[in-house]
């Protein structure tokens, strides 16, 4: 069937409306899918790209507005940093430390046998350094030993106390023990590797 001028207008003016209709979609459809759809996509991830990029600016500026206590902070955290360096000595002073572990024990009344630093355990940016101690003197000496020691700058850890072997000083009257520990203190490690 042919569709001419005449044809059309022989139509029922309801039929012409629905007619109109038709052509209006058949338009409006192409235009969507071929013009609108696609540029209404790029629109849509553009704004979500303007979207992204407008909140790292806002992060961004918010870090700018922030700096100088983010500074100050990082200054703190260095500062920090070195106290807790300065409590973990590296392998150049544990010689100082283990004479001073010798002297405190002299100085509390104990008679020092032996200090040997056993091999280290590593730890990543520390190792654990463990000195076997053996000592003879009495109950409260070895308490001030132990006090004494727990107020040096670095961190040592005293355990594995033993006590026995109780004799009595003939010159004094005191109680004498064979007394064995173990200390652990701890060093510095730069970049995870052995000093």
């Known amino acids: 069937m042919a569709i001419d001028a ?5 139509l029922s003016p309801a039929r012409k409306a629905i007619l109109v209709l038709v ?14 759809k696609g540029k209404a996509r790029t ?14 600016l806002n992060e961004n500026e918010a870090i700018a507005r922030n ?11 260095n500062q920090q940093l070195g106290r807790v360096v300065q409590e973990l000595p590296n392998s150049r002073e544990i010689p100082n430390l283990l004479e001073t572990i010798n002297n405190l024990g002299g100085i509390n009344g104990l008679e020092v046998i032996y200090i040997r630093p056993q091999n280290d355990v590593d730890k990543g940016f520390y190792a654990e350094v ?6 003879k003197g009495g109950y409260h000496e ?7 020691v727990s107020k040096l700058p670095r961190i040592i ?6 006590m026995g072997n109780a004799q009595e000083d003939e010159r004094s009257g005191v109680i004498l023990l064979d007394i064995s520990a173990l200390a652990t203190t701890y060093r510095y490690v730069e970049t995870g590797g052995k000093k």
Not at 6 to 10: D, E, G, K, M, V
Not at 23 to 36: A, D, E, P, S, T
Not at 142 to 148: K, N, Q, S, V
């Open 6 to 10: 005449q044809t059309i207008a022989n």
């Open 23 to 36: 052509i209006v979609l058949i338009i409006f459809g192409l235009y969507w899918q071929l013009g609108y």
């Open 43 to 56: 629109i849509k991830r553009l704004r979500n790209d303007l979207s992204n990029k407008q909140a790292k």
């Open 67 to 77: 700096l100088p206590r983010f500074k100050e902070e990082v200054e703190k955290l």
């Open 130 to 135: 463990p000195i076997s101690i053996k000592v």
């Open 142 to 148: 070895m308490g001030l030993f132990l006090d004494a």
């Open 157 to 162: 850890n005293v355990s594995d106390i033993t």
